[in-house]
Structures are given as structure tokens and as C-alpha cells.
């Protein structure tokens, strides 16, 4: 082989190389520093956080859209939404015009984009193209709308209305309020069980995670499941019985079994622990360190925190596309 093929040869090994290490890059994390109005974007294979970027003011929480090219941060006192690359971190656009989204959400059937306006107290739902979403009814609530949920059927969003103490349903269909029923102090995360029979609501108010039978006409509290002071946020551990709940007072996160209903493990987690995200494999747990300003990485299996990393002011939401299913 003459000397110039050889070269040839070498240069395109290396290039392909380099593009399979590329696309072999496990995505970034990114982390939501409400009061700094900005993301830390996070290497997971240096542990480092590798660039901040400006969002709108106070963005609390994220949602990947159903097409996977996005993830919206949804900038409560900006009244915007920031698209992100997952697997870049690159910024693509900001939709202005969103009042107070809060809290965000895609139904399955990827028709609907759901905002709770915690401030405003209402829940706008837009119709989704693929694209752009186009306002399609906007609900008056009790007060202060906090956490969404939205069945498998996309047929019912469900509210936690975080100041009057109540969990609200929605029928998507017609965009009108299906029914209210009371609940424990302070409800916040909502969560659906996986055959859409039983809603789990955490009670920050409390040390439990309230449990309602939505199965019927009308529904019913049938459990408390006691986690930890100040339950609050959940994350599906990724084999569609167990979820996390992060208990932000008490400094813990607890799992539950969704077919019994009772707490499964717990292990400690520091600095007002809040939104969390599951890494592929369901070993490594992510979760923001409300008060302390860290992205706190906890081993599922040991138990314990194995490292932290520094951010910006009041952590909220964490996500990564490298996650279990949710």
C-alpha cells in the first residue's frame, strides 16, 4: 500500500471513530437554578458543570417533547418557554407569551400541551402540531394550580391546587373540570399509577403521599403512605411498580410499591432534596439540593451519596435523556 492510501486510510479510521465516540456521548444533564433564572448543564462523564445558560425568570420544570428533538423549560415569572437540545445543551428558541407555565406536560396521544399557572391560578391547555401550540381553553382553579398529571388515555389531567388543598381533574376532551376532591396539607407532585386506577398525590404539608381511587365516578382517598416530612416530588424508578418520592423537610427519598402501596426503602439525601431524574440502568439517582444549591448523585443500590456538584440558586428541575423509562 502506497504511503498517500495509507494515510487516506488512517484519516478515515479516525474520523469514523471519533463519530461513533460522538454519538456514543452519554446526554448532558441539565439542572434548573430558579431564583438565577438559568441551567447548569452538566457532563456526566466528568461530573462538571460545563456551561450555564440564561432562561426566562424562575424556570421550575422541564419536559421532553414527544418528537425528542426538545426539552421546554418552562420560565414561570418569564412567561416563556426555552427549547433545548437534549443532546447538545444548544438553545433553539424561545416562545413567548406563555403565561405562568409553572408546571408542563405532553399528553400520550401528543395532542395537548398542559401548563399549571401556580401564580395565576388557572391551567391552560394548548393544542400541540408537532411544533407549535396554539391556546385552546383556559381553566380557572382554587388556588395556586401546582403539579400536573395526565392519564395513559389522555383522556384527564389531574391538579394539585397546592393552597386550597385540593386534587382537581380535567377532562381533556372537552376542557372542562371533571371533579375536586379535598386533600392532605399542601399537595404538590401528582402521580398515576400505571393502570390509571389510583392517583398518588405528596403531601409537602405532611409526611405522607395521599393516595385517591380515581376508578370511579366520583373519587375516593382510600390510603396515606407515611414517607418523610415534606413529601413532594416523584420519579418513576423505571419498572412501572416502584416510584421515588423526595421527602424535601426530612431529607430523604423514599420508594414506594404501586400494587401495595407501602414504602419499600429509603435512604438520606441532603439539602432540601426536590426534583429528580433516574439514569439508564436505574442505579444512579439524580436529584436537586433545594437549599444547598447542589445536584446531589445518589447510588440506588448502596444507598448512599457518592458525590455532589455544585450549581446555582435554588435547584429545581433535573433531567437527563439518558433516563430509565419513565
Known sequence: MKLSSRLAAFFVAFLSASCLHATAQTPPILVL???DAS???????????????PTGKEPHHLYLTPDE?????ANALGDSLTFIDPRTAEVQRTVRGILDPYHLRFSPDMKWFVTAANRLNHVDIYRWDGKDMVLARRISTAKTPSHLWIDSKSSAVYVSMQDSDELVAIDLATQTQKWRIKTGPMPADVYGTPDDRHVLVGLTGSDS???????????????????????????????????????????????????????????????????????????????TSRW??????????????VRQINVGKSPHGVWTLDHVPR
Open 209 to 287: 403521599v395521599e393516595v385517591f381511587d380515581v376508578s370511579g365516578k366520583e373519587p375516593r382517598s382510600v390510603r396515606k403512605i407515611r414517607t418523610g416530612d415534606g413529601a413532594h416530588a416523584f420519579r418513576a424508578a423505571g419498572d412501572r411498580r416502584h416510584v421515588y418520592v423526595s421527602n424535601r423537610v426530612a431529607n430523604t427519598i423514599s420508594k414506594i410499591d404501586m400494587q401495595t402501596f407501602e414504602v419499600t426503602g429509603s435512604f438520606a439525601a441532603p439539602g432540601g432534596p426536590d426534583c429528580m431524574d433516574i439514569m439508564s440502568g436505574g442505579k444512579l439517582l439524580l436529584v
Open 292 to 305: 444547598s444549591r447542589k445536584l446531589t448523585v445518589i447510588d440506588t443500590e448502596q444507598k448512599k451519596v
Open 33 to 35: 437554578n430558579s431564583l
Open 39 to 53: 441551567v447548569s448543564v452538566i457532563d456526566p462523564a466528568t461530573w462538571k458543570e460545563t456551561r450555564r445558560i
Open 69 to 73: 428533538k426538545s426539552v421546554i423549560i
